[in-house]
């Protein structure tokens, strides 16, 4: 298994932006699919994005298509979440979460090992 750290978040006013890293160590990082999830208070972990070992793939939530990014660096065992244009509803706790042989990975029952999570909290 991988051990998962996320980290990056912070306090944001909206429009403006925020990069999260999640940093894996244990074991090969590249065969993982990674993804992102959130979780805003009192509401269910909903998924962000998701990226195939390759980093050639990648597929997101509809609520963040053209606003995030995501992408790996499989050399530093990082993946990141690029988030711009930000909306205060992207208020959450932010984790990545990484499998073996899943795609897309849209649900978060799917995945074995997660990091901790990261307040993103955006003022409007």
């Known amino acids: 298994q991988v051990q998962l750290v996320d980290s990056g978040g912070g306090l944001v006013q909206a429009g403006g932006s925020l990069r999260l890293s999640c940093a894996a160590s244990?074991?090969?990082?590249?065969?993982?699919?990674m993804g992102w999830f959130r979780q805003a208070p009192g509401k269910e972990r909903e998924f962000v994005a998701t990226?195939?070992?390759?980093?050639?793939?990648?597929y997101y939530a509809d609520s963040v298509k053209g606003r995030f990014t995501i992408s790996r660096d499989n050399t530093k065992n990082t993946a990141y979440l690029q988030m711009n244009s930000l909306k205060p509803e992207d208020t959450a706790v932010y984790s990545c979460?990484?499998?073996?042989?899943?795609?897309?990975?849209?649900?978060?029952?799917?995945?074995?090992?997660w990091g901790k999570g990261t307040q993103v909290t955006v003022s409007s």
């Open positions: 979460a990484a499998a073996l042989g899943l795609w897309p990975g849209i649900n978060h029952r799917e995945y074995a090992m």
């Open positions: 244990g074991r090969a990082f590249s065969p993982y699919t």
């Open positions: 990226i195939k070992w390759s980093g050639a793939s990648t």
